[in-house]
């Protein structure tokens, strides 16, 4: 299978402070990618998408950023809130484009 | 919210015994997908549909089962219920394949014991 990972299990900040949750992929074919935001009890939340013709993308408070050369992409939270603590994890498209691969997700947790 | 329903959300039951796990879209999506999530693994995938009567298989497959006899409704079928079934069921749509998210339901929490 494909191998969609993360850097750091958890992540802890304080509250204002930007978070910059990271993920690994090994299929230099992917091209979309997907975070997700999971809280807990709770199924998996669509939080922003990239496709591979793109390096960076923003939304409200969070940017992905996408380096094909290091096949690694990145999620950063600007002003972290305590409603931001959750599980976080990247999605990637697999070879044959119909599924998806997910990583096993970074645990946030921000400190008031 | 996506318009996405499972049920039943929790379930206890024992080994051996058939279970149907049931997700309902209103969403009219043509996709609809059956995960797995387990500690120390991502999402993964059971079965998923791309149409009325349409399934696949997934990298999780064995001892599962699926049906779609209509849009918006997507079933999950356990034959003979096994422990390593214990896990929480996660039912997920979209519009496409896999260039377009998928949104998930809140799941199925199913203890087989």
């Known amino acids: 299978g494909e191998n969609v990972g993360l850097h750091l299990p958890t992540l802890s900040v304080q509250e204002g402070d930007n978070s910059i949750i990271n993920c690994a992929y090994s299929n230099s074919a992917s091209d979309y990618f997907i975070w997700y935001k999971q809280e807990s009890g709770k199924g998996p939340q669509f939080i922003i998408d990239i496709r591979s013709n793109m390096d960076k993308r923003q939304g409200q408070r969070v940017t992905v950023l996408l380096n094909k050369t290091v096949k690694h992409l990145s999620l950063q939270i600007a002003a972290t809130q305590p409603g931001d603590s959750a599980v976080y994890f990247c999605a990637e498209n697999s070879k044959t484009g119909n599924q998806f691969y997910f990583g096993t997700g970074t645990s946030l947790t921000v400190i008031p | 919210d996506a318009g996405i329903t499972q049920s039943p959300r929790h379930k206890v039951t024992e080994t051996g015994t058939p279970v149907t796990l049931r997700c309902h879209q209103t969403e009219n999506h043509r996709y609809m997908y059956w995960y797995r999530q387990d500690p120390g693994h991502g999402l993964r995938l059971i079965h998923y549909?791309?149409?009325?009567?349409?399934?696949d298989k997934g990298e999780v497959s064995d001892g599962y089962s699926v049906s779609r006899s209509k849009t918006e409704d997507f079933l999950l079928t356990l034959e003979s219920a096994t422990s390593s079934q214990t896990s929480v069921y996660f039912c997920?749509?979209?519009?496409?394949?896999?260039?377009?998210?998928?949104?998930f339901g809140d799941g199925t929490r199913l203890s087989i014991l």
């Open positions: 997920a749509i979209s519009p496409g394949a896999g260039n377009q998210p998928q949104h």
């Open positions: 549909s791309y149409g009325v009567k349409d399934t």
